[in-house]
């Protein structure tokens, strides 16, 4: 690697790189800081990055059986004691039931504040409608005579 024109290290010249990657575009800046801290463990060669990346995958798939890491039951692999399990099992079905019983209150809650928003809506409706009504001369006056159909004082 000693033929590299920008060595992956903390120089002036990284540095400045990277600054300029950030201010021009910023996922240009992350690539240039990845590169400075971790650019030695690839040495520049295809073959050690390809090691260096199947070596993180080998140990992901050892810590895959690790308990706590699989996904089976409620996020929990089985811990070995069925006694246990059974406990667990109960209290996190318990905890499902709270939290359905709390996402029922809670829905309810919204339903009602939304009803109390349209009854209040409504009540300060009708008030700026009784003021409007209240400051037109003759309107509401006359009343249609029999026969007649209510067309809202607009002529026929």
């Not at 033929?3 to 800046?29: C, D, E, N, R, Y």
């Not at 073959?47 to 199947?54: M, S």
């Not at 059986?65 to 692999?77: D, I, K, L, N």
């Not at 006694?83 to 039931?97: H, I, V």
Request: one cysteine or more.
């Amino acid at each position: 690697m000693s033929t590299a024109i920008i060595k992956p290290q903390w120089s002036p010249l990284t540095i400045a790189l990277m600054v300029l990657g950030f201010i021009a575009f910023w996922p240009l800046g992350l690539l240039v800081l990845g590169y400075i801290l971790w650019g030695e463990k690839f040495g520049g060669s295809a073959e050690k990055a390809e090691r260096y990346w199947n070596k993180g995958k080998a140990w992901c798939g050892v810590n895959r059986g690790h308990p706590g890491w699989g996904r089976q039951h409620y996020g929990f692999s089985s811990s070995g004691n069925a006694a246990f399990d059974e406990y667990r099992s109960e209290q996190l079905r318990r905890l499902e039931e709270e939290r359905a019983r709390l996402d029922a209150e809670i829905e309810a809650f919204h339903e009602y504040m939304a009803n109390l928003n349209k009854a209040k809506d409504r009540e300060e409706f009708d008030r700026f409608m009784n003021e409007r009504r209240g400051s037109r001369q003759g309107y509401g006056d006359r009343r249609p005579d029999e026969g007649e159909t209510n067309n809202n004082g607009w002529g026929s």
